[in-house]
C-alpha cells in the first residue's frame, strides 16, 4: 500500500516463560494507511497490546519487519527509537500514566522536553494542547484534583502535543462511564479529522471500534478478518 504510514510484514513476537513458549503473533501482516483511525479488536490474549507495542517500537518482535514512515524499526537503536517515539508518536493508555506530583500543564509538556523543545515553547504548546481538549482552565490541577474523564484528556493533550504522526490507543475508555467514553471519542475523531493523524486504537468495546474507518480483528496471534465501518464511506 503507497500511502501506507504503518506497514508489518510476517510480524512473530514469542515469549519465553519458564520453559513455555506462548506464540502472542503469529506472522501478521497489516498496512494502516496515513490519516486512518483503525480498531483492533479481539479477546483476551489474542495478541491485541503485543502488537501495538511491537508496532510502536515498545516492545521487539522475534521475527519480521516493522516500518514507520517508511522506515524500518529494526534499523533504529534503543536511543533513536526513544526519540522517534518522543517526536512523531503518542501514546494514550486506560490507566493514564500522569505523575502525580505535576501539574496537567507539566504532564503534557513532558515529552517535549524530552525530545529537546526549550521548556518556556513547550509550556506555551502544553497549554494550547489543553484548550484543544476543553482543559485550558484546568492547566495548573494536578490529576488527583480531576476526574476521570479529565484525566484521559490530559493523557489525549499529551499524546497530541508533538504533533504526532501516528497516536497509539490501548483501552483509551476501559476505565470510563459510557458517556464520558462517548465524549473521549469524539474528541479524538474530531482531532483526526482536524490534523489527519492516524490512531491505532485497541478495544474490546464494539461502539468505539465502531467510530473508527477500519476493525481489524484477532484471534490467537492473527488477523482474523477485517471489515469497514460503513459511516466512514
Known amino acids: 500500500m503507497a500511502d501506507a504510514i504503518i506497514q508489518v510484514r510476517d510480524l512473530v513476537k514469542t515469549y519465553e516463560a519458564s520453559e513455555v ?13 496515513k490519516g486512518e483511525m483503525l480498531a483492533v479488536m ?13 508496532m510502536s517500537g515498545i516492545d521487539d518482535p522475534t521475527s519480521g519487519a ?10 533504529m537503536n534503543d536511543d533513536r527509537k526513544t526519540e522517534y517515539r518522543a517526536r512523531r508518536m ?18 503534557v509538556e513532558l515529552p517535549l522536553l524530552v525530545s529537546g523543545t526549550r521548556p518556556s515553547e513547550a509550556r506555551t504548546k502544553a497549554e494550547q494542547a489543553l484548550e484543544r ?18 484525566r484521559q ?24 462511564d459510557s458517556h464520558t467514553a462517548d465524549e473521549i471519542m469524539e474528541l479524538m475523531q474530531s482531532l483526526n479529522r482536524e490534523h ?14 465502531a467510530r473508527c474507518h477500519r476493525i481489524v480483528y ?10 469497514r465501518v460503513g459511516q466512514h464511506g
Open 21 to 33: 513458549k506462548v506464540q502472542a503473533l503469529r506472522g501478521v501482516n497489516l498496512d494502516v494507511p
Open 42 to 54: 479481539g479477546p483476551s490474549g489474542c495478541g491485541k497490546t503485543t502488537l501495538l507495542n511491537c
Open 66 to 75: 516493522i516500518s514507520i514512515e517508511g522506515v524500518g524499526l529494526a534499523t
Open 90 to 107: 503518542g501514546f494514550i493508555f486506560q490507566f493514564y500514566n500522569l505523575l502525580p506530583v505535576l501539574s496537567a500543564a507539566e504532564n
Open 133 to 150: 481538549v476543553g482543559l485550558g482552565p484546568w492547566a495548573t490541577h494536578r490529576p488527583g484534583q480531576l476526574s476521570g474523564g479529565q
Open 153 to 176: 484528556r490530559v493523557t489525549i493533550a499529551r499524546a497530541l502535543v508533538n504533533d504526532p504522526a501516528i497516536v497509539w490507543a490501548d483501552e483509551p475508555t476501559g476505565d470510563l
Open 196 to 209: 489527519q493523524q492516524t490512531f491505532v486504537i485497541v478495544t474490546h468495546d464494539p461502539s468505539i471500534a
Open 218 to 227: 484477532m484471534r490467537d496471534g492473527e488477523i482474523e478478518r477485517e471489515e
